[in-house]
């Protein structure tokens, strides 16, 4: 089974992005980064990039992004398997700027799990996205089609979700 995750944290407005970027950008954890439409390999770019679309928008002080952990069953045994679902996983939201990592860590019976940052205001339109229930059981189906396993889904509210 594989553990999606929705992050709410409404706390923190554009610092908590700022952290959001440094942690999926964090070279020392991360292993493969990717994204769409930011620098993914560099922090202050990444938050810059999607900074300019809230300011193009008029949308800064909404919460700034939207953070999903998938956790991978312990039958994803490869970091290659985890980054090519991570790769799959967060095309789902292009039309949104994200950046995502994959990070080794054993959390009971998952060895591989990735961060997904989504800014909060689409690029194409300057809608702010949605992490209401039905769009994330879409998403989760998006995962489930992915992996070939079926998925958890979890909301959880925190204020410091970048930490350890």
């Not at 039958?75 to 994959?102: E, G, H, L, M, P």
């Not at 189906?141 to 979890?154: D, E, G, K, P, R």
Request: hydrophobic share 35%.
């Amino acid at each position: 089974m594989v553990d999606v995750i929705i992050i709410r944290n409404t706390y923190g407005g554009l610092e908590y992005l700022r952290r959001g970027c440094f942690y999926v950008t964090n070279h020392a954890r991360a292993i493969a980064p990717g994204g769409f439409g930011v620098n993914y390999t560099d922090a202050d770019s990444c938050y810059q990039n999607m900074l300019a679309i809230k300011q193009f928008y008029h949308k800064t002080s909404d919460n700034p992004l939207l953070h999903i952990v998938v956790s991978y069953s312990s039958s994803v045994n490869d970091i290659y398997t985890a980054i090519r679902y991570s790769q799959k996983i967060a095309s789902y939201f292009n039309d949104y700027q994200y950046a995502y990592c994959t990070h080794a860590k054993d959390r009971e019976c998952s060895y591989f799990h990735m961060h997904l940052i989504i800014n909060s205001v689409s690029y194409i339109n300057g809608k702010l996205i949605s992490s209401w229930f039905g769009r994330m059981h879409q998403f989760c189906a998006h995962v489930a089609a992915i992996t070939h396993q079926t998925t958890w889904l979890s909301f959880k509210d925190k204020s410091n979700d970048f930490e350890d």
